[in-house]
DNA sequence: AAATTTGGTTTATAAAATAAACCGCTTTAT
DNA sequence: ATAAAGCGGTTTATTTTATAAACCAAATTT
């Protein structure tokens, strides 16, 4: 049974990996709403991503409001599959 | 996104869910050995599949020595579908 | 210009995973 | 027969993780 990378196996941080496979970008409000997650949670959570270099975190500006955008890295497409070859495993499928 | 039972969300809990999904009964020395796991570790993960309802564990002999089997129960096995179901919104299998 | 909202971060708390220490019984070696 | 080592675990302590609460600066609304 192959380990599941701890950084991937974490409701929240998968969800939020799970989005951003989908999707070029995404930002932090965008995915607050999706993930029903608190701000202060998701802040903490995108921090691990971001430093297991699974995701890079952008800080920029819509006019004068900032605005934090999430995209996936090579190395995190990589690892999100990687879990879902060993959690294969674990489930059966 | 559905929330992932908290209860199966963890490796060993889930491997040993997994192991027992596939078999009649197993009894510790077994999970431990497939799993990989310490003792200790086992121990505990195994209690708390039990107070959750998913598995039932019995004490018995065989000769002298002291033999612990686990069986997932209807509601073990209710569960775990119901995750790997939920999994699948996250995986995007 | 005071109060509220937005978009977050930092810090504190609760819960979880894991390992280390321990325990009773059995077997083996002396 | 007795000490030492091994087996099958459990209990307790430690570390890590997840989560929420408190906070902050800038912008917006009243």
Redesign the interface.
Same mark, same amino acid.
């Given at each position: 049974?192959k +380990?599941?990378d701890p950084i991937l196996?974490s409701?929240l941080r998968?969800?939020v990996m799970?989005i951003l496979?989908?999707v070029e970008e995404a930002d932090f409000v965008y995915l607050k709403e999706?993930? +029903?997650s608190t701000a202060g949670n998701l802040s903490v959570q995108l921090d691990k991503l971001s430093s297991a270099g699974y995701i890079t975190v952008t800080k920029g500006f819509v006019g004068k409001k900032t605005r934090t955008t999430c995209q996936v890295t090579d190395q995190g497409r990589k690892a999100f599959e990687q879990y879902?070859e060993a959690?294969k495993?674990?489930?059966?499928?």
């Open positions: 049974m +380990e599941l196996h409701q998968l969800a799970s496979m989908n999706q993930t +029903e879902v959690l495993g674990y489930l059966n499928l």
